[in-house]
């Protein structure tokens, strides 16, 4: 099974071609990468990563993640993820009144983080209105509650730093554990391998890297709205498939519909205990299964950890068989 790999050039002048190969990568897969999609900049924004990321661990922890996702979301080791991040969240043009962020971020930078994010928005506007088109709905449709309010789009930079040692049994699990994004599309941008999703035939599968290519999947909100039409991917990173003693970098970009944006699956299994619901009830649970012991900074992630565990289980449990 060839991974969906779709150049994006033409789009708008080969609409019905090119966005049908999009709602079927969506549908059987749930990821494809598109290229020659006209998104510069990225290698300045792992530059900015790195820099960000070499700062002593006391400085960057200065603006810990709040719950808007902007901020440093670093120290863990967990079960969940071996990572460290820096979020940029917010509607756009609005990073810069958030008292969240380091000082390092100055004015300068942040331009460039929001006009990264711009990009990335736009990219986002052009590929919602495919699958819009092949469910019968306007063009606009998805793209209208997107980004002009709370809680916006967010870029995020992710470290996943070597190790000193092979993690053994029963050490860390995974760089990333088996999960699905909460969102409606995540574009990914990545130099390295590692990333592993699942296959329509429920393997795990790894993303090829496609040299200036971003990998882009569906996440659960447009999973849920879209009846279970687009599917929402489980994804990890495997300790195996980056050496440990190397640190990966990537940046994932999370589109996210407003917070009232009403859930309501149009069409397919909404039958299929798809109850409707608002996107905010869904990012608020999400985000305290993930994140929640670092938002009260009471450590007590391996908690957090097995809840979200139990919770992803049941929701894998629900789209594809078990193995
Ligand atoms: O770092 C990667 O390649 C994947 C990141 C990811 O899946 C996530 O942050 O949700
Ligand atoms: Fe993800």
Redesign the pocket.
């Given at each position: 099974m060839e991974f969906p790999i779709i150049s994006i050039n033409h789009l708008e002048s080969d609409f019905n071609r090119i966005s049908s190969k999009i709602f079927k990568a969506s549908q059987d897969w749930g990821f494809f990468i598109v290229t020659d999609h006209g998104i510069t900049g990225a290698s300045r924004m792992f530059t900015l990563s790195r820099e960000f990321f070499d700062l002593p661990m006391d400085v960057k922890c200065e603006k810990p993640l709040n719950e808007l996702g902007v901020g440093y979301d670093g120290h863990k080791a967990t079960t969940f993820a071996a990572?460290e991040?820096m979020a940029f969240g917010l509607p756009a043009g609005q990073l810069s009144q958030s008292p969240n962020i380091h000082s390092w971020w100055d004015s300068a930078k942040l331009r460039e983080i929001e006009s990264f994010k711009a990009q990335c928005n736009e990219l986002t506007l052009r590929i919602l209105p495919c699958f819009a088109a092949h469910m019968g709905l306007p063009a606009s449709f998805f793209a209208a509650s997107h980004n002009q309010s709370l809680p916006g789009n967010a870029l995020?930079f992710?470290k996943?730093p070597k190790m000193p040692a092979e993690p053994g049994p029963g050490g860390l699990a995974a760089r990333?554990a088996p999960?699905t994004?909460w969102g409606t599309l995540?574009l990914?941008f990545?130099r390295?391998p590692?990333?592993e999703v699942r296959d329509p035939g429920n393997s795990w599968h790894d993303v090829p890297v496609v040299p200036g290519g971003i990998?882009v999947n569906i996440g659960d909100a447009l999973s849920f709205w879209t009846g279970r039409q687009l599917k929402s991917t489980m994804?990890r990173?495997a300790w195996e498939k980056v050496p440990f003693d190397q640190d990966?970098y990537?940046i994932?970009y999370?589109a996210q519909p407003s917070f009232e944006t009403d859930l309501q699956p149009l069409t397919g299994k909404a039958e299929a205990g798809c109850k409707p619901f608002k996107y905010q009830e869904y990012y608020t649970s999400r985000i305290s299964l993930t994140w929640g012991s670092v938002l009260r900074g009471d450590g007590k992630q391996l908690d957090v950890d097995n809840r979200l565990t139990q919770y992803l289980t049941e929701l894998d449990a629900n789209d594809v068989p078990t193995e």
């Open positions: 990572s991040g995020k992710m996943y990333l999960h994004d995540t990914l990545t390295a590692g990333l990998v994804h990173i990966r990537s994932p999370f």
